[in-house]
């Protein structure tokens, strides 16, 4: 690999492609006059679960999107990606100009969003409003009044007016020249009325699936591929929403999948290869119950080995042994269980209360389990990484999270993988330090730890959060929530190269990562689908 911006890897295959698979969970469907486009507003959902959080960002966190697509071919022309869930859609009568109206509950005072318009000529997107509203309906009066239903501004307005939302018409001339932040929603008479009517959210779905099948196509709901492995012969496992694993061929070809009312988060595949755990969260917070399974690869057979009142996060070492991490609030009373290879319970560990912005500490094909131990009063104070005694069965501290005075303040999320080398034995993870104001820029980082003395031998900074880590040939890999993959040579943290992630010409947002040499990385993204990659030699 040389060094260069742009090209990390070469995407061979999109595995669960399908009809509208950019959008995720779609919430609003509708066609433009003339029959030529659909436009889709949908979401793949948060990028949270029980045992982690990967949404922090030194910028604005799009985890909604639009697409318009193609009414012949259902080819995405246009993927929008907004801040806020998207509420109205509606194509300008006359002009190729599509608009957005998008916007929640803070869940404490405001209601938020905002009011964008798509050039479907060129794709350029503007957001016209000039304060933050939330858009809730939208309907062309004609070519030059837009009907705008909106939220009231805050608690406040929603008690003095005794209405949760208002109606006001915004005239433009030429709404194709209209700039950003440019309309105040004040200089228009607002009504108002009765709260909106969500009949098209709950029928955006079957509206897909109807479109999809009419071209003899299946609509299939796929989001957030927690969990990716490559195995040796070529096999892709991958674990998501609705789907505690699924296996591929090399050749992209489905082979079998385990379905879960809940969401597939950790898939880790034990030593022999022809087995793997499996860590299925139920998904509500409601119902917080793990299931824990082994799996057969051949053929996707499942055996139960733990049903948990709990959620849970699993931590595995080369060997085969496994730990149960309760991730739970409450979850600092109880030991955590460690498990041989066979499942057979061999000690139990205290190692405090987890919680899913400071504890994730998932370091692949490492030598021992490792944890993250809080050692101040609060379990989130001084955290060290900490290993199991294989003799004596006891946590041993083995170094702190923070590797120097900068980054002592507290460093959330660490994934990370073990590698040996020519340099020696390290542990490379990624962190960010927490802030008042929130994820700053250069506030993340990479960073080679010397094992077992935790020594800093390089660092890597970035501007937002890491969602996966793992090497290969020399070459650590690294993707975050921007949507970019980064290749560092693992010797002198020195940048190979990186680029942004794309499916169908599209950016993907990945949320896992695995590789298998020579050359396979496998990527997991928000929106269901899994790149499966080539990478070249550091």
């Known amino acids: 690999m040389t060094d260069i911006e742009g090209t990390v890897a070469s995407v061979r295959y999109v595995l669960g492609d399908g009809p509208f698979a950019e959008i995720g969970e779609a919430r609003v469907v509708v066609t433009d006059p003339t029959g030529e486009h659909i436009a889709v507003g949908g979401s793949a959902g948060y990028p ?6 990967v949404a922090k ?5 799009v985890w909604n999107h639009v697409g318009v697509y193609d009414a012949r071919t259902l080819r995405c022309r246009w993927l929008l990606q907004l801040r806020w869930p998207v509420n109205a859609l509606a194509f300008h009568p006359e002009r190729p100009i599509l608009a957005v109206g998008s916007g929640s509950y803070d869940g404490g005072y405001m209601f938020e969003g905002e009011l964008t318009l798509l050039d479907l000529d060129s794709g350029r997107d503007v957001s016209i409003l000039k304060a933050s509203r939330e858009v809730t309906r939208l309907c062309w009066r004609d070519g030059q009044t837009l009907e705008v239903t909106l939220s009231v501004r805050d608690d406040d ?4 007016l005794g209405t949760s939302a208002v109606t006001t018409t915004i005239t433009l001339d030429d709404w194709t020249a209209v700039s950003a932040r440019s ?3 004040a200089d228009f008479p607002a009504t108002p009325v009765e709260g909106v009517d969500d009949t098209n959210r709950a029928t955006a779905e079957a509206a897909l699936r109807a479109i999809a099948s009419g071209m003899g196509l299946r609509r299939v709901l796929r989001r957030r591929v927690w969990a990716v492995a490559a195995l040796a012969d070529g096999r892709v496992l991958a674990g998501l929403d609705q789907v505690a694993a699924e296996c591929w061929t090399g050749a992209g070809e489905p082979l079998w999948s385990l379905p879960t009312d809940g969401t597939g988060c950790q898939i880790l595949v034990d030593p022999g290869g022809a087995t793997a755990i499996v860590n299925t969260w139920r998904g509500r917070w409601d119902d917080p119950r793990a299931i824990i399974e082994r799996v057969g690869l051949a053929d996707g057979s499942r055996e139960p080995l733990h049903i948990l009142g709990y959620p849970a996060v699993i931590t595995t070492d080369d060997s085969g042994r496994f730990a149960v991490r309760d991730t739970s609030y409450e979850g600092g009373h109880r030991p955590t269980p460690v498990f041989d290879p066979s499942g057979a319970l061999v000690a139990e560990v205290q190692l405090g209360r987890y919680d899913l912005f400071n504890h994730f500490f998932d370091i692949r094909r490492a030598p021992a389990l490792l944890f993250l131990k809080g050692m101040g009063k609060e379990p989130y104070e001084d955290k060290w990484v900490v290993a199991l005694d294989p003799e004596r069965h006891v946590i041993e501290p083995l170094f702190p999270l923070a590797w120097d005075a900068v980054c ?7 994934p990370g993988v073990f590698i040996s080398d020519a340099e020696g034995d390290a542990v490379i993870h990624a962190g960010w330090l927490h802030h008042g104001h929130g994820l700053l820029p250069g506030n993340v980082h990479v960073v080679r730890r010397s094992y077992p003395d935790g020594r800093a031998r390089w660092t890597h900074s970035a501007d937002h959060q890491v969602t996966a880590v793992d090497a290969l040939g020399g070459i650590v890999y690294v993707t975050f929530n921007s949507g970019e993959l980064l290749a560092l040579r693992t010797t002198d943290g020195h940048v190979l190269g990186r680029q942004r992630l794309m499916a169908n010409g599209h950016p993907v947002v990945p949320l896992s990562l695995g590789t298998h040499p020579p050359d396979t990385v496998v990527i997991g993204t928000m929106d269901g689908r899994i790149l499966v990659c080539r990478v070249g030699k550091a």
């Open 48 to 53: 949270q679960w029980a045992g982690r959080d």
């Open 408 to 414: 002592g303040r507290q460093i959330l999320d660490a």
């Open 183 to 185: 309309v105040r929603v």
């Open 57 to 61: 960002t030194s910028g604005t966190g």
């Open 157 to 160: 307005e929603l008690e003095e």
